[in-house]
């Protein structure tokens, strides 16, 4: 069947001035600009869009914003003769105004992560967007709780659901990464939590509950996007995990919640960023009166001083750690914080000795982390690897090569796109000696390894 030509978009760009090869560069730049890198679009695209070829998302969006600018008027979607596109290419990047607006942002996210939405598979990390989010969870008024009248009743067995999916999926994934349970945690998210934020029938109290427990339930997709290195998408879901937090009132989570994005900002090497974002944790922590929250966020400043150089201010930071650390009362805290204990302490103090280049106390701090509960397993290969690291700026290459292909067996166990980068930074530390014999030893030991 022969397509009908686009007369509107024709019209458009003849009125724009705009060669065909100039709008589809145009429209690359743009999408680069807009966290969708690799498009690749030409003057035979935009003739095949003339031709009535209809194109996928992200184009009509970033279509109408390069008409728009050089039309100095607004341009809609049904201008270009395009469909009207529902999905915004900013989904999730921005921490709304009102709980209404959040609902509607929040469970939109989790749709088009369930279609596998290619502007969101492809997004980029945006500073910009994770500083505006803590901004605003850092100076929002207090608003009304949420709360909502449809048809189907909200109670405390949902709620205690949401949890109890948190918790198992959360011990999957320590034990085996991210990628083996992500997609089953957001299929959740869409098909049972959006129709009770919805469709729900719920005062402030159990609005408050059901908020928070979304909230959790957010974070921790997210924390597996991080897992997988999926970084636009995953700091979409935190910054949306901070607005439910904040619908919630709840400044001990929204605080955990920010410590996440300093951690993934660390993990990205923008130290400055994750400053920024440990020290609005803080904020956080302080209002809610946690003191292993504010013992974590002191260490990510720490750690992020480390990333900057600063001794000085890392060694305060970690001084404050161990302070509020000792003043903590686990029994009396969320179970979110659970795995914060000493072992996860002293793999902080590690990171930041590693980073130093402080051989002698990263090792002796990576050691006391591998006193670690056995269920974080992913947690234990990170560990290693630290303390491999920290044995070969001491010098002792046999011991990091037996450290290092331990932590290399458990990489192999993991869908954890994160513990394949460990392992790299392991084998480039090693590489400086490849000759050594601990060191062909290990290699060969690696090649037997089958990937999972």
């Given at each position: 069947?022969?397509?009908?030509a686009n007369r509107p978009l024709q019209a458009l760009i003849a009125e724009a001035g705009f060669s065909h090869k100039g709008l589809a560069r145009r429209l690359n730049d743009l999408g680069a600009a807009r966290g969708t890198p690799g498009l690749k679009y030409d003057h035979s695209s935009?003739?095949?869009?003339?031709?009535?070829?209809?194109?996928?998302?992200?184009?009509?969006?970033?279509?109408?914003?390069?008409?728009?600018?050089?039309?100095?008027?607004?341009?809609?979607?049904?201008?270009?003769?395009?469909?009207?596109?529902?999905?915004?290419?900013?989904?999730?990047?921005?921490?709304?105004?009102?709980?209404?607006?959040?609902?509607?942002?929040?469970?939109?996210?989790?749709?088009?992560?369930?279609?596998?939405?290619?502007?969101?598979?492809?997004?980029?990390?945006?500073?910009?967007?994770?500083?505006?989010?803590?901004?605003?969870?850092l100076t929002f008024p207090p608003e009304a709780h949420p709360s909502a009248t449809g048809g189907r009743r909200v109670g405390m067995a949902d709620i205690s659901a949401i949890h109890e999916v948190t918790r198992s999926f959360g011990e999957l994934d320590n034990r085996f990464g991210g990628g083996r349970v992500r997609s089953a945690v957001v299929k959740y998210l869409d098909t049972a939590v959006t129709p009770?934020?919805?469709?729900?029938?719920?005062?402030?109290?159990?609005?408050?509950?059901?908020?928070?427990?979304?909230?959790?339930?957010?974070?921790?997709?997210?924390?597996?996007?991080?897992?997988?290195?999926?970084?636009?998408?995953?700091?979409?879901?935190?910054?949306?995990?901070?607005?439910?937090?904040?619908?919630?009132?709840?400044?001990?989570?929204?605080?955990?919640?920010?410590?996440?994005?300093?951690?993934?900002?660390?993990?990205?090497?923008?130290?400055?960023?994750?400053?920024?974002?440990?020290?609005?944790?803080?904020?956080?922590?302080?209002?809610?009166?946690?003191?292993?929250?504010?013992?974590?966020?002191?260490?990510?400043?720490?750690?992020?001083?480390?990333?900057?150089?600063?001794?000085?201010?890392?060694?305060?930071?970690?001084?404050?750690?161990?302070?509020?650390?000792?003043?903590?009362?686990?029994?009396?805290?969320?179970?979110?914080?659970?795995?914060?204990?000493?072992?996860?302490?002293?793999?902080?103090?590690?990171?930041?000795?590693?980073?130093?280049?402080?051989?002698?106390?990263?090792?002796?701090?990576?050691?006391?982390?591998?006193?670690?509960?056995?269920?974080?397993?992913?947690?234990?290969?990170?560990?290693?690897?630290?303390?491999?690291?920290?044995?070969?700026?001491?010098?002792?290459?046999?011991?990091?090569?037996?450290?290092?292909?331990?932590?290399?067996?458990?990489?192999?166990?993991?869908?954890?796109?994160?513990?394949?980068?460990?392992?790299?930074?392991?084998?480039?530390?090693?590489?400086?000696?490849?000759?050594?014999?601990?060191?062909?030893?290990?290699?060969?030991?690696?090649?037997?390894?089958?990937?999972?």
């Amino acid at each position: 069947m022969e397509r009908e030509a686009n007369r509107p978009l024709q019209a458009l760009i003849a009125e724009a001035g705009f060669s065909h090869k100039g709008l589809a560069r145009r429209l690359n730049d743009l999408g680069a600009a807009r966290g969708t890198p690799g498009l690749k679009y030409d003057h035979s695209s935009v003739l095949r869009w003339i031709g009535g070829q209809r194109p996928r998302d992200p184009v009509p969006s970033l279509l109408t914003e390069i008409f728009a600018l050089r039309l100095g008027r607004k341009v809609t979607p049904e201008d270009l003769g395009m469909p009207v596109i529902a999905t915004p290419l900013h989904l999730g990047q921005e921490f709304t105004h009102t709980w209404q607006e959040g609902v509607a942002t929040v469970t939109a996210l989790w749709r088009a992560d369930v279609e596998r939405r290619k502007f969101l598979v492809d997004s980029t990390f945006a500073i910009g967007a994770g500083s505006v989010g803590a901004i605003r969870w850092l100076t929002f008024p207090p608003e009304a709780h949420p709360s909502a009248t449809g048809g189907r009743r909200v109670g405390m067995a949902d709620i205690s659901a949401i949890h109890e999916v948190t918790r198992s999926f959360g011990e999957l994934d320590n034990r085996f990464g991210g990628g083996r349970v992500r997609s089953a945690v957001v299929k959740y998210l869409d098909t049972a939590v959006t129709p009770l934020l919805k469709e729900g029938s719920y005062g402030e109290s159990t609005g408050k509950r059901l908020a928070s427990a979304a909230a959790e339930l957010t974070r921790l997709a997210g924390w597996m996007a991080y897992d997988l290195e999926q970084h636009g998408l995953a700091q979409r879901y935190l910054i949306q995990g901070l607005r439910l937090a904040r619908g919630a009132g709840d400044d001990g989570l929204g605080g955990e919640i920010l410590a996440g994005m300093s951690h993934q900002a660390l993990y990205m090497g923008q130290p400055a960023h994750a400053l920024d974002l440990a020290r609005a944790a803080q904020q956080s922590a302080l209002r809610a009166g946690i003191h292993t929250l504010m013992a974590s966020c002191h260490v990510l400043e720490a750690h992020a001083h480390a990333g900057l150089g600063d001794k000085t201010s890392c060694a305060a930071s970690l001084n404050a750690a161990e302070r509020d650390f000792a003043r903590r009362a686990p029994g009396e805290e969320p179970a979110w914080l659970s795995y914060f204990d000493e072992a996860y302490l002293a793999a902080k103090f590690a990171h930041c000795y590693r980073d130093l280049g402080e051989g002698e106390r990263a090792v002796r701090y990576a050691r006391r982390s591998l006193e670690m509960d056995g269920r974080y397993v992913r947690g234990r290969m990170f560990n290693l690897s630290l303390l491999a690291a920290g044995l070969l700026q001491c010098g002792e290459l046999e011991e990091a090569c037996e450290t290092a292909t331990e932590a290399l067996g458990l990489a192999n166990e993991l869908q954890s796109v994160r513990t394949r980068t460990y392992a790299l930074d392991l084998r480039r530390r090693l590489e400086p000696y490849r000759s050594e014999p601990p060191v062909v030893a290990l290699n060969e030991h690696v090649k037997e390894l089958t990937p999972v």
